[in-house]
Protein backbone atom coordinates (compact mmCIF):
# COMPACT_ATOMS: atom_id res chain seq x y z
CA UNK A 1 0.00 0.00 0.00
CA UNK A 2 1.52 3.17 -0.88
CA UNK A 3 1.77 6.06 1.36
CA UNK A 4 -1.18 8.20 -0.59
CA UNK A 5 -3.55 5.16 -0.22
CA UNK A 6 -2.97 4.76 3.25
CA UNK A 7 -4.60 7.81 3.81
CA UNK A 8 -7.27 7.37 1.37
CA UNK A 9 -6.69 8.92 -1.54
CA UNK A 10 -5.72 7.07 -5.29
CA UNK A 11 -2.36 5.50 -5.62
CA UNK A 12 -2.06 6.98 -9.11
CA UNK A 13 -4.00 9.48 -11.58
CA UNK A 14 -6.14 7.38 -13.67
CA UNK A 15 -4.52 7.35 -17.67
CA UNK A 16 -7.53 9.44 -18.98
CA UNK A 17 -7.66 11.75 -16.21
CA UNK A 18 -6.89 15.33 -16.64
CA UNK A 19 -3.87 16.77 -15.60
CA UNK A 20 -4.86 17.93 -12.00
CA UNK A 21 -2.39 21.35 -11.36
CA UNK A 22 0.68 21.34 -9.27
CA UNK A 23 1.14 22.95 -5.99
CA UNK A 24 4.70 23.97 -4.52
CA UNK A 25 5.12 23.46 -0.88
CA UNK A 26 8.37 25.18 0.56
CA UNK A 27 9.46 22.93 3.80
CA UNK A 28 11.84 23.84 6.40
CA UNK A 29 13.23 21.45 7.77
CA UNK A 30 16.22 21.77 10.40
CA UNK A 31 16.96 24.61 8.58
CA UNK A 32 17.07 23.53 5.10
CA UNK A 33 14.85 24.74 2.61
CA UNK A 34 13.31 22.39 0.19
CA UNK A 35 10.69 22.85 -2.40
CA UNK A 36 8.00 20.03 -3.08
CA UNK A 37 5.28 19.65 -5.84
CA UNK A 38 2.17 18.21 -5.11
CA UNK A 39 -0.86 17.19 -7.16
CA UNK A 40 -3.79 19.68 -6.37
CA UNK A 41 -6.45 18.24 -3.52
CA UNK A 42 -3.75 16.05 -1.99
CA UNK A 43 -3.18 16.23 1.59
CA UNK A 44 -0.23 17.67 2.59
CA UNK A 45 0.53 15.23 5.17
CA UNK A 46 1.14 12.31 2.58
CA UNK A 47 3.75 15.09 0.74
CA UNK A 48 5.50 15.31 3.45
CA UNK A 49 6.07 11.69 4.08
CA UNK A 50 6.74 10.93 0.77
CA UNK A 51 9.29 13.36 1.12
CA UNK A 52 10.42 11.65 4.11
CA UNK A 53 9.69 13.72 6.66
CA UNK A 54 9.10 11.34 9.56
CA UNK A 55 5.43 12.31 10.67
CA UNK A 56 4.48 8.87 12.04
CA UNK A 57 0.80 10.16 11.52
CA UNK A 58 -0.25 6.45 13.43
CA UNK A 59 -4.01 7.36 12.83
CA UNK A 60 -3.63 6.93 9.49
CA UNK A 61 -4.98 10.66 8.54
CA UNK A 62 -8.19 10.48 10.68
CA UNK A 63 -7.07 13.82 12.67
CA UNK A 64 -7.23 11.84 15.67
CA UNK A 65 -3.39 11.28 16.92
CA UNK A 66 -1.61 14.46 16.42
CA UNK A 67 0.99 13.11 15.41
CA UNK A 68 1.35 14.65 11.59
CA UNK A 69 1.55 17.88 13.61
CA UNK A 70 3.54 21.03 11.60
CA UNK A 71 3.91 24.91 11.95
CA UNK A 72 2.74 26.92 9.07
CA UNK A 73 4.58 30.13 8.38
CA UNK A 74 2.59 33.10 9.32
CA UNK A 75 1.72 34.34 6.07
CA UNK A 76 -0.02 30.96 5.53
CA UNK A 77 -1.84 30.54 8.77
CA UNK A 78 -4.16 32.68 7.85
CA UNK A 79 -4.74 31.32 4.30
CA UNK A 80 -5.35 27.81 5.29
CA UNK A 81 -8.98 26.93 6.33
CA UNK A 82 -9.65 27.65 9.93
CA UNK A 83 -9.74 23.95 12.32
CA UNK A 84 -12.68 22.18 12.51
CA UNK A 85 -13.93 21.57 15.85
CA UNK A 86 -12.28 18.17 16.38
CA UNK A 87 -8.69 19.72 15.47
CA UNK A 88 -9.16 22.58 17.16
CA UNK A 89 -10.15 20.09 20.45
CA UNK A 90 -6.78 17.85 19.70
CA UNK A 91 -4.66 21.07 18.92
CA UNK A 92 -5.75 22.51 22.31
CA UNK A 93 -4.90 19.23 24.35
CA UNK A 94 -1.70 18.82 22.50
CA UNK A 95 -0.83 22.62 23.81
CA UNK A 96 -0.78 23.34 19.95
CA UNK A 97 1.03 26.92 19.33
CA UNK A 98 -0.80 29.40 16.50
CA UNK A 99 0.16 28.10 13.21
CA UNK A 100 0.57 24.81 13.99
CA UNK A 101 -1.84 22.18 12.07
CA UNK A 102 -2.75 18.90 11.79
CA UNK A 103 -0.98 17.91 8.07
CA UNK A 104 -3.93 15.28 7.72
CA UNK A 105 -6.33 17.95 8.01
CA UNK A 106 -4.90 19.86 5.20
CA UNK A 107 -5.73 19.54 1.51
CA UNK A 108 -3.60 21.88 -1.25
CA UNK A 109 -5.23 24.03 -3.41
CA UNK A 110 -3.97 26.49 -5.94
CA UNK A 111 -4.71 28.75 -3.19
CA UNK A 112 -2.34 27.26 -1.26
CA UNK A 113 0.55 27.37 -4.13
CA UNK A 114 3.97 28.22 -2.20
CA UNK A 115 2.65 27.31 1.10
CA UNK A 116 5.39 27.35 3.94
CA UNK A 117 5.57 24.52 6.73
CA UNK A 118 7.92 23.65 9.03
CA UNK A 119 8.82 20.66 10.16
CA UNK A 120 11.20 20.89 13.08
CA UNK A 121 10.17 18.90 15.87
CA UNK B 1 13.12 -21.05 21.55
CA UNK B 2 16.27 -20.52 20.05
CA UNK B 3 18.75 -17.24 20.14
CA UNK B 4 17.33 -15.47 17.12
CA UNK B 5 13.65 -15.86 18.30
CA UNK B 6 13.85 -14.51 21.55
CA UNK B 7 16.04 -11.66 20.17
CA UNK B 8 12.66 -11.11 17.88
CA UNK B 9 10.35 -11.57 21.10
CA UNK B 10 12.28 -8.84 22.88
CA UNK B 11 12.13 -6.59 20.23
CA UNK B 12 8.42 -7.02 19.07
CA UNK B 13 7.57 -6.66 22.84
CA UNK B 14 10.24 -3.68 23.97
CA UNK B 15 8.27 -0.94 25.92
CA UNK B 16 9.60 2.86 26.59
CA UNK B 17 10.53 4.11 29.90
CA UNK B 18 7.65 5.47 30.12
CA UNK B 19 5.59 2.52 30.19
CA UNK B 20 4.06 1.03 33.71
CA UNK B 21 1.83 -1.75 34.33
CA UNK B 22 0.00 0.56 37.06
CA UNK B 23 -0.70 3.28 34.43
CA UNK B 24 -1.26 0.94 31.37
CA UNK B 25 -3.80 -1.04 33.96
CA UNK B 26 -5.55 2.53 34.57
CA UNK B 27 -5.94 2.86 31.08
CA UNK B 28 -7.34 -0.44 30.78
CA UNK B 29 -10.27 0.87 33.28
CA UNK B 30 -10.94 3.60 32.28
CA UNK B 31 -11.24 2.58 28.09
CA UNK B 32 -13.88 -0.44 29.67
CA UNK B 33 -15.76 2.15 31.49
CA UNK B 34 -16.28 4.71 28.69
CA UNK B 35 -16.97 1.77 26.22
CA UNK B 36 -19.90 1.30 28.63
CA UNK B 37 -20.80 4.83 29.19
CA UNK B 38 -21.32 5.35 25.52
CA UNK B 39 -23.72 1.95 25.07
CA UNK B 40 -25.74 3.45 27.53
CA UNK B 41 -26.58 6.22 25.47
CA UNK B 42 -27.13 4.52 22.02
CA UNK B 43 -30.57 4.17 21.78
CA UNK B 44 -33.03 3.09 18.88
CA UNK B 45 -33.70 5.65 16.63
CA UNK B 46 -30.51 7.72 16.65
CA UNK B 47 -27.87 7.80 13.84
CA UNK B 48 -24.46 5.99 13.94
CA UNK B 49 -23.05 9.85 13.09
CA UNK B 50 -24.58 10.99 16.08
CA UNK B 51 -23.31 8.43 18.43
CA UNK B 52 -19.91 8.83 17.26
CA UNK B 53 -20.09 12.17 18.34
CA UNK B 54 -21.37 11.53 21.33
CA UNK B 55 -18.54 9.28 21.90
CA UNK B 56 -15.47 11.78 21.35
CA UNK B 57 -17.79 14.00 23.98
CA UNK B 58 -17.41 11.42 26.35
CA UNK B 59 -13.92 10.32 26.02
CA UNK B 60 -13.08 13.83 26.02
CA UNK B 61 -14.82 14.53 29.21
CA UNK B 62 -12.45 11.79 30.60
CA UNK B 63 -9.81 13.63 29.40
CA UNK B 64 -9.14 11.24 26.15
CA UNK B 65 -9.62 13.58 22.98
CA UNK B 66 -6.45 12.08 21.40
CA UNK B 67 -6.57 8.07 19.98
CA UNK B 68 -4.25 5.97 18.36
CA UNK B 69 -7.00 5.18 16.42
CA UNK B 70 -10.32 6.99 15.54
CA UNK B 71 -13.55 6.16 17.55
CA UNK B 72 -16.09 3.60 15.75
CA UNK B 73 -19.23 3.11 16.78
CA UNK B 74 -21.02 0.68 13.92
CA UNK B 75 -25.03 0.60 14.02
CA UNK B 76 -26.59 -2.62 12.04
CA UNK B 77 -25.39 -3.36 9.12
CA UNK B 78 -22.13 -1.16 9.46
CA UNK B 79 -21.08 -4.05 12.59
CA UNK B 80 -19.54 -6.37 9.48
CA UNK B 81 -17.30 -3.37 8.02
CA UNK B 82 -13.51 -4.03 8.82
CA UNK B 83 -11.45 -1.72 11.08
CA UNK B 84 -10.58 1.59 9.43
CA UNK B 85 -13.53 1.08 6.58
CA UNK B 86 -16.29 3.56 6.35
CA UNK B 87 -19.27 2.93 7.77
CA UNK B 88 -22.72 3.96 5.20
CA UNK B 89 -23.80 6.77 6.37
CA UNK B 90 -27.03 7.48 7.89
CA UNK B 91 -27.92 4.09 9.63
CA UNK B 92 -30.40 4.50 12.39
CA UNK B 93 -30.22 1.71 15.20
CA UNK B 94 -33.48 -0.42 15.29
CA UNK B 95 -35.54 -1.45 18.13
CA UNK B 96 -34.36 -4.65 17.59
CA UNK B 97 -30.84 -4.38 15.84
CA UNK B 98 -26.70 -4.71 16.99
CA UNK B 99 -24.06 -1.80 17.60
CA UNK B 100 -20.25 -1.91 18.13
CA UNK B 101 -17.93 0.03 19.72
CA UNK B 102 -14.24 0.29 19.29
CA UNK B 103 -11.77 2.99 21.07
CA UNK B 104 -8.54 3.47 21.13
CA UNK B 105 -7.69 6.59 23.22
CA UNK B 106 -4.53 7.66 24.32
CA UNK B 107 -4.39 8.81 28.16
CA UNK B 108 -1.54 11.00 28.69
CA UNK B 109 1.44 8.86 27.30
CA UNK B 110 -0.46 5.75 27.74
CA UNK B 111 -2.74 3.66 24.96
CA UNK B 112 -6.25 2.06 25.49
CA UNK B 113 -7.86 0.12 23.64
CA UNK B 114 -11.54 -1.66 24.12
CA UNK B 115 -14.18 -2.70 21.75
CA UNK B 116 -17.51 -4.65 22.43
CA UNK B 117 -20.73 -5.20 20.90
CA UNK B 118 -24.71 -4.44 22.80
CA UNK B 119 -28.00 -5.31 21.46
CA UNK B 120 -30.93 -3.61 21.53
CA UNK B 121 -34.56 -5.27 21.64
CA UNK B 122 -34.65 -9.21 21.31
CA UNK B 123 -33.06 -10.59 18.37
CA UNK B 124 -32.10 -14.21 19.39
CA UNK B 125 -29.16 -14.39 16.79
CA UNK B 126 -28.00 -10.87 17.34
CA UNK B 127 -27.46 -11.14 20.85
CA UNK B 128 -25.97 -14.66 20.41
CA UNK B 129 -23.54 -13.43 18.51
CA UNK B 130 -22.67 -10.60 20.88
CA UNK B 131 -22.39 -12.90 23.47
CA UNK B 132 -20.27 -15.16 21.27
CA UNK B 133 -17.94 -12.69 20.31
CA UNK B 134 -17.51 -12.06 24.14
CA UNK B 135 -17.31 -16.36 24.56
CA UNK B 136 -14.59 -17.10 21.61
CA UNK B 137 -12.12 -13.75 23.04
CA UNK B 138 -12.15 -15.78 26.40
CA UNK B 139 -11.57 -18.90 24.73
CA UNK B 140 -8.94 -18.18 23.13
CA UNK B 141 -7.19 -16.35 25.89
CA UNK B 142 -8.04 -19.20 28.39
CA UNK B 143 -5.79 -21.06 24.99
CA UNK B 144 -3.07 -18.94 25.02
CA UNK B 145 -3.22 -18.81 29.07
CA UNK B 146 -3.07 -22.68 29.47
CA UNK B 147 -1.59 -23.82 26.67
CA UNK B 148 1.25 -21.09 25.90
CA UNK B 149 0.13 -21.09 22.11
CA UNK B 150 1.95 -18.88 19.67
CA UNK B 151 -0.04 -15.87 18.25
CA UNK B 152 -0.74 -17.66 14.77
CA UNK B 153 -1.64 -20.88 16.85
CA UNK B 154 -4.00 -18.29 18.79
CA UNK B 155 -5.97 -17.40 15.64
CA UNK B 156 -5.85 -20.72 13.83
CA UNK B 157 -7.89 -21.88 16.67
CA UNK B 158 -9.64 -18.80 16.72
CA UNK B 159 -10.86 -19.28 12.92
CA UNK B 160 -11.67 -23.18 13.73
CA UNK B 161 -13.70 -21.92 17.01
CA UNK B 162 -15.81 -19.21 15.29
CA UNK B 163 -16.63 -21.79 12.22
CA UNK B 164 -18.13 -24.57 14.94
CA UNK B 165 -20.19 -21.35 16.54
CA UNK B 166 -21.05 -20.59 13.15
CA UNK B 167 -19.77 -17.43 12.73
CA UNK B 168 -17.16 -15.91 10.09
CA UNK B 169 -13.69 -14.66 11.76
CA UNK B 170 -11.88 -11.62 10.19
CA UNK B 171 -8.46 -11.80 10.40
CA UNK B 172 -8.07 -8.13 9.33
CA UNK B 173 -8.96 -7.70 13.42
CA UNK B 174 -6.53 -9.93 14.50
CA UNK B 175 -4.69 -8.12 17.78
CA UNK B 176 -1.83 -5.86 17.81
CA UNK B 177 0.79 -4.06 20.52
CA UNK B 178 -0.55 -1.67 22.93
CA UNK B 179 1.92 0.15 25.40
CA UNK B 180 3.07 4.31 25.98
CA UNK B 181 1.89 6.12 22.53
CA UNK B 182 2.89 4.94 20.44
CA UNK B 183 3.39 1.26 19.95
CA UNK B 184 3.06 1.68 15.74
CA UNK B 185 7.01 2.93 16.30
CA UNK B 186 7.87 -0.10 18.44
CA UNK B 187 5.63 -2.81 16.50
CA UNK B 188 2.17 -2.26 14.01
CA UNK B 189 1.77 -5.55 13.26
CA UNK B 190 -0.74 -8.70 13.87
CA UNK B 191 -0.83 -10.44 16.70
CA UNK B 192 -2.16 -13.61 14.67
CA UNK B 193 1.44 -14.09 12.94
CA UNK B 194 3.49 -14.41 15.77
CA UNK B 195 5.63 -17.46 16.03
CA UNK B 196 6.14 -16.81 19.86
CA UNK B 197 4.00 -16.86 22.65
CA UNK B 198 2.85 -13.51 23.49
CA UNK B 199 3.42 -12.02 26.67
CA UNK B 200 0.74 -10.47 29.21
CA UNK B 201 0.12 -7.06 29.02
CA UNK B 202 1.82 -6.32 25.74
CA UNK B 203 -0.45 -7.31 23.56
CA UNK B 204 -4.62 -7.67 22.32
CA UNK B 205 -6.72 -10.00 21.31
CA UNK B 206 -9.41 -8.96 18.56
CA UNK B 207 -12.36 -10.66 17.90
CA UNK B 208 -14.36 -9.54 14.86
CA UNK B 209 -16.99 -12.28 13.62
CA UNK B 210 -19.67 -11.86 11.18
CA UNK B 211 -23.33 -13.66 10.25
CA UNK B 212 -22.22 -16.07 7.03
CA UNK B 213 -25.12 -14.69 5.50
CA UNK B 214 -27.13 -11.84 7.48
CA UNK B 215 -25.68 -8.18 7.30
CA UNK B 216 -24.25 -8.23 10.92
CA UNK B 217 -21.50 -8.71 13.00
CA UNK B 218 -19.85 -8.43 16.39
CA UNK B 219 -16.33 -7.31 17.83
CA UNK B 220 -14.50 -8.00 21.29
CA UNK B 221 -11.32 -6.96 22.35
CA UNK B 222 -8.70 -6.65 24.94
CA UNK B 223 -5.88 -6.66 26.36
CA UNK B 224 -4.05 -10.25 26.79
CA UNK B 225 -4.17 -10.97 30.26
CA UNK B 226 -4.79 -14.04 32.85
CA UNK B 227 -7.87 -15.15 34.21
CA UNK B 228 -7.60 -12.79 37.36
CA UNK B 229 -7.85 -9.33 35.73
CA UNK B 230 -11.89 -10.54 33.99
CA UNK B 231 -13.11 -11.00 37.55
Aim: proline letters at 6%; hydrophobic letters at 40%; aromatic letters at 8%.
Amino acid sequence: MTIAEMFGGAAETPPLAPPRSAVSIVLWNDRRKQILRAAEGGRLVVVLKNAGVPLPAVCGGKGVCGTCKISLMREWADKVPPPEKREQRLLAHLKAVPGERLSCQITLTAELDGIEVCACD
Amino acid sequence: MTSVELLKQTDLERVGAAFTPAKMFAVRDMTRAVIHEIAAKCKPGMVEEAAVEMAREILASHGMVRGWHDVYVRFGTNTTKTFGAPSDPGIVLGEDDIFLIDIGPVWEQWEGDGGDTFVTGSDPEMARCAKDARTLFHLVRKKWEKESTTGKVLYDYATEAASQMGWQLNLDLSGHRLSEFPHAAIYDGPLATLDFTPSPLRWVLEIHIRHPTKPFGAFFEDMLLDDSYFA
